[in-house]
């Protein structure tokens, strides 16, 4: 039996990872051990600090070494933490293989297409890694129309207003 979600959220509205954030809580609750992935935002841990506090339910990962995020880099900076961003996307394929967890977030990821640092065939494997237990969400800005057929779940987020005069 095909237990396994896969689940993208995306679009240019702010809230993807906090939707993902809210993904893995509602995973860990129903007992269910989640891997979070971050790509491209730097080492900086701002917006994920509340669910450090709920490993080892949920273990989160960024193997950036740079605090900025990586359209903040410089040439030479981005060399470097392209190669450390790939490490993660590699260990996000090791966990997806071995079945290490219930559901595996990788947020951002998408991004990684979008900068041609992965393809999207590369994303089609990882899917296959799954296997038939592992939840995958993803995040990005940018969800390529090749994907939605491998895809259960879309969401969009949308900025309708943002008034921050407040």
């Not at 969800?143 to 779940?153: A, C, N, S, W, Y």
Request: glycine content about 8%; charged content about 30%; overall charge negative.
């Amino acid at each position: 039996m095909d237990n396994r979600v896969i689940q993208v959220i995306y679009g240019e509205g702010p809230g993807k990872t906090s939707a993902a954030i809210g993904k893995s809580i509602q995973a860990a609750s129903a007992g269910q051990s989640v891997i979070f992935i971050r790509f491209l935002k730097g080492k900086r841990f701002d917006e994920y600090k509340c669910i450090e506090r709920l490993e080892p339910d949920i273990k989160i990962f960024c193997f950036e070494k740079e605090s900025d995020s990586y359209d903040e880099l410089d040439v030479s900076q981005r060399e470097e933490e392209a190669q450390n961003i790939m490490n993660g996307f590699n260990f996000a394929n090791k966990v997806a293989e071995t079945g290490e967890c219930d559901m595996l977030v990788l947020d951002e990821v998408l991004g990684m297409i979008d900068l041609g640092m992965i393809s999207i065939q590369d994303i089609y494997r990882l899917i296959e890694r799954c296997g038939s237990h592992t939840s995958l969400v993803m995040t990005g800005k940018y969800m390529p129309k090749e994907l939605l057929q491998h895809i259960d779940v879309v969401s969009e987020i949308k900025l309708i207003k943002m008034s921050l005069d407040k």
